[in-house]
């Protein structure tokens, strides 16, 4: 590129949503973009918690007198949830790992 030359703006101009965060907050599109993504990061961390906790009970089940009665049909529902809820917990970890 010669030093004459000027790099084609890629960004899209601002829209009225825009204009209206830089004028009320002083927050340009770059920085609301950044906002957003630290609010929705702070839900994943509340979810995973509840996810966790979810989780914890249905480890403990296996520990009880009752699994024993169990039908065959019942216990693959349970493992059925419990590796549905690990997923889900290793799911909303994820994003929090990669954030470090």
């Known amino acids: 590129m010669k030093a004459n030359e000027t790099r084609p703006h890629l960004e899209v101009p601002p829209d009225d949503h825009d ?9 340009t599109p770059t920085q609301r973009l950044d906002r957003n993504y630290a ?6 961390r509340v979810a995973q918690t509840g996810v966790q906790l979810l989780l914890a009970f249905l480890l403990t089940v296996a520990f009880t007198p009752r699994f024993a009665t169990l039908t065959d049909f019942e216990r ?14 290793a799911l909303l970890i994820a994003p929090a790992a990669f954030h470090c």
Do not use: C, S
């Not at 209206?20 to 002083?26: E, K, L, P, S």
């Not at 609010?39 to 994943?44: C, K, P, S, T």
């Not at 693959?76 to 917990?89: F, H, K, N, P």
């Open 76 to 89: 693959r529902v349970y493992v059925g949830a419990l590796v549905l809820g690990a997923a889900a917990t």
């Open 39 to 44: 609010e929705i990061l702070q839900e994943v």
């Open 19 to 27: 204009q209206w965060n830089f004028a009320v907050r002083r927050e």
